[in-house]
């Protein structure tokens, strides 16, 4: 069955410091990847998404990269601050059908 | 940008009665909202796509005449728990895909919780 990893255990790290968090997938062939933020008793925003023929893709502080040989994709949050602290998201997608299937999500503590 | 709201944002009801939660695309038009739940610390989980129009699609393992949902316009739908039980606490987050793109926008949920 299809299954999406991410780590479950919190990624504390200290301000100014990048931050990447991990997903990795099996059983998939994702047309694309998407990651949202989901911030305690909300709904998840979104953040990027990356095609299947991408390698990495960027936006301000955020860069995602997708390997789609290691069924994995790394999303990168530079120069973190306070205000990223939250849960983050990453979602699989297929061609021709809109629902995503999601991780279950990491929980990113930045210490100022 | 993209905006879709739920009501209500939360909702404490007894066993056995019915509760109704809707899902607004407030500057968009959405022929299809996927409605998703959430256990603590866990996953979103797909539990059925509405579609305008015609019936809803329900993933395996969701009850279709427990989770009843209707697509009523291009910007409205709504998922009714009927006969709730405890075990249908939980977080309800719906979602509508964007007219241009793959990228979802997801309303701020409703935190359901069965006495």
């Known amino acids: 069955s299809q299954k999406i990893e991410q780590n479950s255990e919190a990624l504390n790290i200290q301000e100014g410091k990048t931050a990447t968090l991990t997903c990795n997938y099996t059983?998939?062939?994702?047309?694309?990847l998407q990651w949202y933020r989901q911030d305690p008793g909300r709904g998840p925003v979104f953040l990027l998404l990356?095609?299947?023929?991408?390698k990495e893709k960027r936006k301000e502080r955020l860069k995602v990269t997708f390997d789609t040989t290691l069924k994995q994709s790394l999303f990168h949050v530079t120069a973190s601050q306070p205000a990223d602290s939250a849960t983050y998201l990453c979602?699989?997608?297929?061609?021709?059908?809109?629902?995503?299937?999601f991780g279950s999500g990491t929980r990113l503590q930045v210490q100022p | 940008g993209a905006v879709v709201s739920q009501h209500p944002s939360r909702v404490i009801c007894k066993s056995g009665t019915s509760v109704k939660i809707e899902c607004r695309s407030l500057?968009?038009?959405?022929?299809?909202m996927f409605w998703y739940r959430q256990f603590p610390k866990q996953s979103l989980m797909l539990m059925a796509t509405?579609?305008?129009?015609?019936?809803?699609?329900?993933e395996q393992g969701v009850e279709k005449d427990k989770f009843l949902i209707n697509h009523a316009s291009l910007t409205l739908s709504t998922l009714t728990v009927t006969s709730a039980h405890p075990e249908d606490s939980s977080f309800y987050i719906c979602?509508?895909?964007?007219?241009?793109?793959?990228?979802?926008?997801f309303g701020p949920g409703t935190r359901l919780t069965v006495l």
């Open positions: 979602s509508a895909p964007g007219q241009v793109g793959d990228e979802q926008f």
């Open positions: 059983n998939y062939s994702p047309a694309y």
């Open positions: 990356i095609r299947e023929n991408e």
């Open positions: 979602a699989l997608g297929s061609t021709g059908r809109r629902a995503l299937t």
């Open positions: 500057d968009f038009q959405a022929t299809t």
């Open positions: 509405s579609n305008e129009g015609s019936k809803a699609t329900y």
